[in-house]
């Protein structure tokens, strides 16, 4: 079958890799993608939100299958606008409809879903400058830390988890009065801080049944010993050594099986992945988000460890099968490492050659997914503040990291930084 792929980060470079490999996959489109897509399939300069172009192309192409990388096109409504035109409504178009996408989109609408299905999660409020003074209050009376989360989408940059309460005020008058994140913050969920480690568990799922197809710790700080501020994700590894079969059946009994069964019941339409954001408190999991696609770079560690035929797999969402395939996964343990720009996650320069990504993916069981580059003038460059991630197998989670390493020390460009610690507290 045609596919189209949406998108053009790390995530989609990931993604066209491994539906490459499929036996289903005839012709691959990326659109925009980047340089390292190319490799895979055909690159096509239509920006994701643009989706009059994009149905266009899938008509054109005679696409069967599109897989949305981002979220903004899935809030945006992008399964409604293929799945409501006769035109492209037999295409497969992997991910939620615009109502199902606001269990991302709107972090009051995941809270109030969650307390309807009596999934656990942090207690919360909810406040707009209409009860802007019992916010004040609020966060006054509450133990510390305190968690502030802009409603909307902000790229990953709208949560604030404050340790005073002076810090606490000063985000809140920032984010709803002077608009920090624009609309996104109109409303803001001020919720309790879960203490524990964070990790990431990926389902697919038809609207009915899930598949778990991975899951992934994350290490979303800057500085080594996870200091600094917050980035989109410098690495991760899988398997997570806690996530044990014990603690993989609360996640399923309490949080997942609950999800699934409640979107069943709410009549929302999702066909597509769905990311549990997870916090493990002393053996029991909480949610804090869900996201209603894969995750950056968490794709880049659950993709290489998955076995089973990612288009089947995909398929079996539209075709009443998903229940009953067998997923399979690779031996072994999987680590990713981001390389990043200089300043980032502040401001970074770009257009800056990258030197060695084909000496790195030359190295046994190593592989390089390019996230912020571009072409230019025959050479990649720089064209974003996460750059590229290298990901390595090993038998040991450490031994992953290593050969992770190892690849990123072929590759240079100007200021490249990478954290030397990812998988630090596992052996």
């Known amino acids: 079958m045609n596919i189209l792929i949406i998108g053009s980060g790390g995530r989609e470079n990931a993604l066209a890799w491994k539906m490459a490999q499929s036996h289903q996959s005839d012709e691959l489109f990326i659109a925009p993608g980047n340089p390292g897509t190319a490799a895979f399939g055909t690159n096509v300069p239509i920006q994701v939100n643009d989706f009059a172009a994009l149905k266009a192309l899938a008509l054109e192409k005679n696409i069967e299958l599109i897989v949305v990388g981002p979220e903004e096109p899935l809030v945006n409504g992008i399964y409604d606008f293929f799945n409501e035109d006769p035109a492209t409504a037999s295409i497969n178009v992997i991910g939620p409809s615009a ?97 524990g480690i964070e990790v990431s568990v990926f389902a697919l799922t038809d609207g009915h049944h899930y598949q778990i197809i991975g899951h992934a710790k994350d290490y979303k700080r800057i500085g080594e010993g996870d200091t600094g501020l917050n980035t989109g994700g410098m690495g991760c590894v899988s398997p997570v050594p806690f996530m044990d079969e014990a603690f993989m059946q609360k996640v399923e009994s309490t949080i997942i099986g609950p999800t699934i069964q409640g979107i069943k019941e709410e009549g929302l339409v999702y066909k597509g992945f769905l990311f549990f954001g997870l916090m493990n408190c002393g053996g029991i999991p909480y949610v804090i988000e869900y996201n209603c696609r894969l995750g950056d770079p968490e794709t880049e560690v659950i993709l290489p460890r998955l076995q089973t035929d990612l288009v089947s797999l995909l ?24 390389a990043v720009s200089a300043g980032y996650p502040g401001a970074y320069p770009k257009d800056i050659a990258i030197q060695g990504i084909e000496l790195a993916a030359s190295l046994p069981e190593t592989y390089v997914f390019q996230a912020g580059t571009g072409f230019q003038e025959n050479e990649v460059v720089t064209k974003g503040g996460r750059v590229l991630t290298v990901t390595a197998t090993g038998p040991s989670l450490k031994a992953a990291v290593m050969n992770a390493q190892k690849g990123l020390s072929k590759i240079q460009f100007e200021g490249m930084y990478f954290r030397k610690d990812i998988g630090y507290e596992f052996p």
């Open 315 to 338: 398929a079996a969402t539209d075709n009443g099968t998903l229940e009953d395939v067998n997923i399979q996964y690779q031996e072994g343990a999987y680590a990713t490492v981001m």
């Open 99 to 195: 109502q199902a996408a606001q269990l991302e989109g709107s972090k009051a609408f995941s809270k109030h879903f969650m307390q309807r299905h009596k999934i656990p999660t942090a207690s919360y409020a909810e406040f707009t400058l209409e009860n802007y003074e019992q916010g004040l209050a609020y966060i006054s009376a509450h133990a510390l830390p305190i968690v502030l989360k802009a409603d909307g989408l902000a790229a990953g940059k709208g949560v604030i988890i404050a340790t005073t309460h002076q810090q606490a005020l000063t985000s809140y008058k920032e984010m709803l009065q002077d608009k920090q994140f624009g609309e996104a913050s109109s409303k803001l969920v001020i919720e309790q801080f879960l203490e």
